[in-house]
């Protein structure tokens, strides 16, 4: 299959790749540019492990080709932290323990944000419904409930 | 010194709640999970798997795809000579990682390519051609039972028992026949719970690398990279200490990854290409050729006298074992009434097989099921003795004293003081609405021990280095390094733990039965006293004083006696910057098996409200209360309970294995084998009891298991009590609880 | 002293549910009941727990079992 050259924005930097044209931008994202931080879980977008955010909307990069990220804007969770600076939801996440195995933590942060992004002061049945697209097995999701509230208590500061 | 008895010491770091070293790593994407690691000239590998549940494999013809452009290695059971040498558990292992002369369930492995990049190794999947004839399946375990049931597993049939019945384990004390003539009431039921995954979110993911002078390594997301080595050593043929294990950062386990599966065929298909192979499984290929938990059917009975006093318990359990036998009958026998003080009482696991992928542990394997059984029945006990069902169960529950249904006395136990913070709580008297009700039930898990390694290495600067061979998925680093710090008297922050690979330690056992914070934990104790016993020599050669006049005091030697009034402390950094020149490197080690686990018992509360237009059951609180021994880190203790009540939500309410007529299952994904989200829980309140472990310095049980036991039915009673409908099987899911509201008219 | 022997390890004690032995280590009591009961053999590959008075022991087999101990031997355990 003959490859599609891609332009486009990965965390605020200018980036060109080339890949097959049936290729998912997760596989994109992590075999060809080494952002391992979006993780695979399932592969049709129903883990919420690989979420991204394309021009701010929040995707399973699964179900994105690699070849739609033309002229476009990424985020993953590797552009979250400003140089040794924290984004407050990673802060918060460590701080209430809102990771155990942490494989579904960088999808976790990226929804989050989105949802922040949208709504500063959400209510718990926001928080649980805007992150009802990204599974955890370890917590519960008590401690990442919690640990999104005081993210958002920080960034309305 | 390395007495392992508690002591009831005063802590200082310990019970804290102090940042984890690896969140960092694990908040910005930087953490190396199974699938995120490459070597140059890597290799993609994939496996062909049976589309059939049970099917003879006449023929293979891999010359095709051998011949495709970029294709390395095929390989089949032809290529894995059995070096197993009668051992019947290894000959399993090398059987479930790839079929020999039949496919036994839906998904096993019957072909291995490794190419240069996934889209060439997919078309040379395709270029295998598999001849099978098929065999008659069957993949409910009572069925298996029946007459014409086929054999799974020839090599295991009895003679003069039904050829896929493979063993029973029976427990119990006392006369249960005189035990039910004394009962008042007698309550008898069969229950049946569906088969389940540990629904890690990582699926299995590896990248081997075997070259031609017999060395290899093995990057690999796993809990127990020791058994890993081992195993696969064994059955390729190469020598334990030539393959180096790393386990990567692990993605969830629960049990699933205590055990080997596609990771001997990368290993072999490494071998046969000379190049680096990575095989990473689809979530598909998770649910069908990985090792999800029993599912069950069984008859419980339990008697009481009209005072409530429970004179006589049966239970009767049958695990669906999958492909090849295990022993997760034996554990529900021996976890079913551990609860309670029963003086006649006896439970028996039956082991049986089916053409389903070979069954794993699973958090406290083998107890929840027994538990649904027990706790439903309990409960319509004491509606039919009007007793309260807290007051029933403490009348009968087990304590120190009693004498557990499998042999041991109990020491101090946690399961009265549970059950009475639960009474107690003020969860138990929040008014309920319309279609909502209230449960409680009880669960038990044994923990375990064994053999553990640590090594502890003070720095020059007086930083340490803790090394490990049990792995970190829920927060161990940061708990380890605590007990390293309170040992040595200097700062959390000072210590820095690392999981070793299997060159730098030597064996550890698998991380699994809530092992690993209690064992390395303690070897992490007597390493850093160890350490401490060199620290004083040092400081005595630093004094020119005996070593017997050196105690250790919060992080410093101090030279005691008046004569020595005039030497100031000195501490472990002034220790450390000197080791040069009294004597070299300091450090401590720590090789034994760790004895002493101590039991966990949980109790928890749970409020559900059931939609009768379409049955769907709403978790509306839940209490978890369980007996830690000592919380370490208390975060990472409430996160172990939590996490666990979730995945006995989804047990009970949702998640289940649907086999179809062909045998082939029909819901291998994250859309339809349906695992709790956030929108379905409520925050999960909990409340950690501390009844040290007599058998621990530090006090610490196990808390990574018992409360997955008490969810199944502890949502049956609250169901029951909501719309007054009472649940035989798990899960309850709405289209059964619409036909029980059917069936009972409601 | 009388060791009580639960699970599928009875089956390799032709049903009995406790036996009669002296031995002052777990590994005497492992050895002996062996010699009288061959059977027994298979169950040390997968693994055998011995509690003496109600603590359970896995793997080792030196400990020590104390005159006037209660002993049970069941299957090892494992976990998730």
Known sequence: MAGVHVTTTINSDPVEYVCPADESLMDVLRDRLGLMGVKEGCGTGDCGACSITLDGQLVCSCLVLGAEAEGRAITTVEGMADGQNLHPLQEQFINNAALQCGICTPGFLIAAKALLDENSDPTETEIRYALAGNLCRCTGYDKIVKAVQAAAKDLRK | MNDPKYTGQEFKVIGSRVKRPDGIDKVTGRARYGADMNAPGQLVALMLRSPHAHARIKKIDISKAEKLPGVKAVITAADLPDLTEGNAGLFDTLENSMARDRALYDGHAVAGVAAIDKSTAKKALKLIKVTYEKLPHVTDVDDALEDDAPIIQPRYATEGQHGNLINKGEFGQGDIDQGFAEADVIVERSYKTGQTHQGYIEPHACLASVSPDGTGELWVTTQGHYSYRNTCAQLLGMDIAKLKVTSSEIGGGFGGKTHVWMEPIALALSRKANRPVKMVMSREEVFKASGPTCSTSMEIKIGAKKDGTIVAARAECRYMNGAFPGMWGTLGGMTAFACYSIPNNKAIGVNVLCNRPKVAAYRAPSAPMMAFGVESTIDQLSKELGIDPVELRLKNVAREGTQAPYGPVWGPIGIEPTLEAVRDHPHMKAKLGKNQGRGVACGFWFNIGGQTCSDLNIGPDGTVNLTVGTIDVGGARASLAMIAAEELGITYEDVKVNIGDTSSLGHNDTTEGSRGTFSSGMAAIFAARKAVDVLKERAAKMWQIPVESVIWEDGSARANGKEHSNLSPLTLKDIAKKAGSTGGPIAGHHEATAEGAGVSFASHIVDVEVDPETGKTQILRYTVVQDAGKAIHPDYVEGQFQGAAAQGIGWALNEEYIYGKDGRLQNSGFLDYRIPVCSDLPSIDTKILEIPNPGHPYGIRGVGETSIVPPLGAIGNAVSNAVGVRMYEVPMSPPRILKALDEAGV | ?80
């Open chain 3, 1 to 80: 002293m009388e060791v009580f022997l639960s699970g599928s390890l009875v089956d390799s004690l032709n049903g009995l549910t406790s036996v009669e032995v002296e031995a002052k280590t777990i590994r005497e009591l492992l050895t002996r009941l062996i010699d009288r009961y061959p059977r027994l053999e298979d169950h040390l590959e997968e693994g055998i727990a011995v509690a003496i008075d109600g603590t359970i022991i896995r793997d080792d087999w030196e400990t020590p079992i104390p005159v006037g101990s209660e002993v049970f031997l069941f299957p090892r355990i494992i976990g998730g």
